[in-house]
C-alpha cells in the first residue's frame, strides 16, 4: 500500500479515489453472500419429506434438508422419493452450504453448485395437528426434530 501511496502521491492523483474504490469492491464481494442476516430460528432443525397424498402412515422418508443454527445447511436428497414434477434446484443428492431467509424464500450457497432460493411456507400437517410442516417450491417436508406447531 505504501507503494501505491507513493505513486498516487507523485503523480498527483487523490488518494481518497483509490481507497473508496477498494472499499467499493470489497463491499460487492462481501455481497454475494448472506452478511450478518438473522437466521430465522423458527425453521432452524431437521425436515423431511412426507407424502401427504398416498394413504400411508405419514411417515417421513429419507429425503431430508437440516437447517442449522449458525447458517449452515446439509440436506441428504433420494429424488426417487419426491414428487416428480416439482424442483428441488440445484442441490445435489447430498449437499451443504449456507442459507437464510428474506421473504417468503428460503437462500443457499451450496458446495456443489453454487446460490440459489427456494419459495417456502409454513403449514400445519391434516392428520397431526401437532407436527409442523415446510412447504418448499411445493415439496411438504415435515419437523423430523422438535417443534412447536406454528
Known amino acids: 500500500m505504501s507503494d501505491i501511496y507513493s505513486t498516487m502521491k507523485s503523480v498527483g492523483k487523490p488518494i481518497i479515489t483509490l481507497v473508496l474504490a477498494l472499499s467499493q469492491v470489497s463491499l460487492w464481494a462481501q455481497g454475494n453472500e448472506q452478511q450478518n442476516i438473522p437466521i430465522a430460528q423458527e425453521l432452524v432443525g431437521k425436515w423431511c419429506y412426507v407424502n401427504l397424498n398416498a394413504n400411508t402412515s405419514d411417515a417421513l422418508s429419507n429425503s431430508c434438508i437440516t437447517l442449522n443454527a449458525d447458517g449452515s445447511f446439509e440436506a441428504t436428497l433420494d429424488k426417487s422419493t419426491l414428487p416428480g414434477n ?52 411445493g415439496i411438504t417436508f415435515a419437523t423430523a426434530s422438535s417443534h412447536d406447531p406454528w
Open 86 to 137: 416439482v424442483s428441488v434446484g440445484n442441490l445435489q443428492d447430498s449437499d451443504y452450504g449456507k442459507w437464510w431467509v428474506k421473504g417468503n424464500r428460503i437462500f443457499y450457497n451450496a458446495t456443489s453448485n453454487g446460490q440459489g432460493s427456494f419459495v417456502f411456507q409454513k403449514a400445519r400437517h391434516p392428520r397431526e395437528e401437532n407436527t409442523p410442516l415446510l412447504i418448499i417450491n
